[in-house]
């Protein structure tokens, strides 16, 4: 079975350059989510986005003075003001004593509107307080003066802030799920193999058994990890050619020593890590005609998950079991060039990826069964021996944990 990908698959730049981004993203995320200015925005948002605040504004900003009980009340004591029965009225409210001729006239002049409107609203005007509401509803720019304003400025300021507009648009629960991965182990060592947890040769349940060997059908001797080399934590397994005398492992004669044309090795890690779950993620990438396998599998013969197998030319992942033997080849990858493989490893299921991508996906047959990692590259016998010196490069290996609602890494 192959499977061919009509979506692009990212390069390695483009998923490390997210994968550094993804990392920025959270710790923003994090610090704008407990900064004062997001708290103060969810404060102000409570009052300044309600109807009632609103509608305050709309009525300030949009509200004619000419309309206003105040300039009402001041043009109709300068209109009263002006006129003739308020000015007669003045002249003789300020005889002191008037005869009866002068006190019928202001008896009549007082049943004038003019001078009711001038004696009404003479008061109101002088009043302090009727000054300043007169002042800030002739004003056009009165919202501008209100407190209310300030609480709006600022609203507005906190809610075009970059790093709050970043922290609203930006997905919470993509970022917690990433934020959720806990590293579990990682393989950094950078010296050498006796430093890291990896070790040469084969794992078995019987410790008496020989852990260096090759097999009579291959073409190589596993060289007991002087093929290995760890440089800058980049993990190198070369494929030699080179002569070498080992014992190899005969279904019907048992092992036998053997004159191998090639050195190789095969390295793996029972005594030092193995999981049972998770997510484990590694760089990969690898030359030559050899093949070059890393897989997950425990000192039996099954399951063998094979997180990632080629021969410098085709990729290959898949699962093997007692009762299934499902290898499937992932075209479009380019083995030489370095490449991010992921297995996701839930109670339901297992899911590859390569990159950003998911390349397979497959029931989980296995439950939860301990197995540690192995890697190794191996020359099966072949008509043409060319091309075979080569290597595997690993580089960034870690397992993660996640839960059981994973299901794909990166948002199309």
Not at 227 to 232: D, H, K, Q, V, Y
Request: hydrophobic share 35%.
């Amino acid at each position: 079975m192959s499977l061919f990908f009509k979506s692009p698959i990212w390069s390695i730049e483009k998923f490390e350059a997210y994968l550094h981004q993804t990392s920025e993203n959270i710790r923003r995320y994090r610090q704008v989510e407990q900064s004062a200015e997001l708290q103060q925005l969810r404060e102000l948002e409570k009052i300044v986005t309600t109807k009632e605040f609103q509608d305050n504004k709309m009525y300030l900003l949009k509200r004619k003075y000419k309309k206003t009980e105040q300039y009402e009340n001041l043009h109709r004591f300068e209109k009263a003001s002006k006129s003739g029965a308020v000015h007669d009225y003045l002249q003789l409210k300020a005889i002191a004593e008037p005869n009866e001729k002068q006190s019928a006239q202001l008896a009549k002049l007082e049943t004038k509107q003019a001078v009711q409107d001038y004696l009404r609203l003479k008061d109101v005007v002088a009043d302090e307080k009727f000054k300043q509401e007169n002042a800030f509803w002739a004003n056009p720019k009165r919202w501008y003066t209100t407190p209310e304003s300030k609480q709006d400025e600022r609203y507005t300021e906190l809610i075009n802030n970059a790093d709050i507009q970043f922290f609203l648009h930006a997905d919470g629960e993509e970022l917690a799920r990433w934020e959720s991965y806990v590293q579990q182990w990682a393989d950094n060592v950078d010296t050498d193999l006796a430093a890291s947890d990896w070790r040469p040769g084969f794992a078995y349940k019987t410790r008496a058994m020989k852990a260096n060997h090759s097999f009579v059908h291959e073409l190589q001797a596993y060289n007991g990890g002087q093929n290995t080399s760890r440089i800058g934590k980049v993990m190198t397994i070369q494929v030699k050619h080179q002569s070498k005398t080992q014992a190899a492992w005969d279904e019907k004669l048992g092992f036998v020593a053997k004159d191998f044309a090639y050195t190789s090795d095969v390295i793996q890690t029972a005594d030092k890590m193995r999981m049972n779950g998770g997510l484990i993620r590694f760089k990969v990438r690898c030359v030559g005609s050899a093949n070059h396998v890393i897989c997950l599998k425990n000192e039996d013969k099954l399951p063998i998950i094979t997180l990632f197998q080629s021969n410098g030319k085709k990729v290959q992942m898949g699962i093997k079991t007692d009762r299934v033997d499902n290898m499937v080849l992932i075209k479009k990858i380019k083995p030489q060039k370095w490449n991010y493989i992921h297995l996701a490893w839930t109670k339901q299921e297992l899911i590859w990826f390569v990159n950003n991508y998911e390349v397979l996906r497959m029931p989980n047959s296995i439950g939860n069964m301990s197995l540690f990692l192995q890697a190794q590259s191996f020359v099966r016998e072949q008509k043409k021996l060319t091309g075979i010196e080569g290597q595997i490069e690993i580089a960034n290996m870690a397992v993660y944990t996640i839960d059981d609602k994973f299901n794909y890494l990166v948002k199309a």
